[in-house]
């Protein structure tokens, strides 16, 4: 006897009627009389089968809020679970942003930015972020750890700077900075034309400079570990 046609991660481990092993000997039914139908109980015993563990690490943490979130890790999907934690297999060395999205679109978008080594990353939470990079669901070959310690966290950081006249180097202030398009956060100019976009992972963001009765000029900036400052000028219009 043979049992066919079982799941991919599963195999036979017994197949037995009494103490008898089906998987190497014949089903001999009892004798019975002329006309009766004899049922044999026949035990099945299935085993998941070990399947080979993916190279590299697990990272897992928790979520925390509303755990119907999508998570990546350097643009690669992971598992969440209904009890708000998250995890992913087979992570390589180097460093890695990862993201969690409100599928709902509602709540700010949740990160970090992990060095990852050669052992585990367990119990790692999620911050809130003012907006992701334009590129996190991207993937990307994982950025070298320097001198950064396995099992470190970066610290978020942030974009600063100021909109000017390129003439007389007077601040605009009626004006907003709008990051990365469709996905985009606004940010509004303070008196002095100054802005900041806080909490910030690695990564690539376009900024887009909008004055009021003057126009729009756009910079892409990539962020590593350190905040950013910049100016951004016009030409005041004859």
Known sequence: ?????????????SLT????????????LPPGNAGMVVTPSIVV??????LPQPAGVRVSGWIGGNPKR???????PGATFSDGTFEFLGVSAGRHAV???DNSGVERPLGAALVVGDRDLLNIDLEEVSILPADFDRPTAPQERGNRLPGSRSAMVSIRGR???????????AGKVMVNGNYSATFSLNDDGGFEVPRLLPGK?????VVFGIGTVSREVILD????????SFRSPP
């Open 1 to 13: 006897m043979t049992v066919g046609d079982l799941p991919d991660s599963y195999e036979l481990r």
């Open 99 to 101: 993201v969690a999205l």
């Open 225 to 232: 570990e350190a905040d950013v400052t910049l100016e951004l």
């Open 163 to 173: 909109v000017v006249d390129g003439d007389t180097r007077a601040p605009f202030s």
């Open 70 to 76: 999508s998570i990546y890790i350097s643009g690669n």
């Open 17 to 28: 009627y009494d103490s008898t092993d089906l998987k190497v000997n014949a089903l001999q």
């Open 45 to 50: 015993t299935l085993t998941s089968r070990a």
């Open 205 to 209: 963001y376009l900024l887009e400079a």
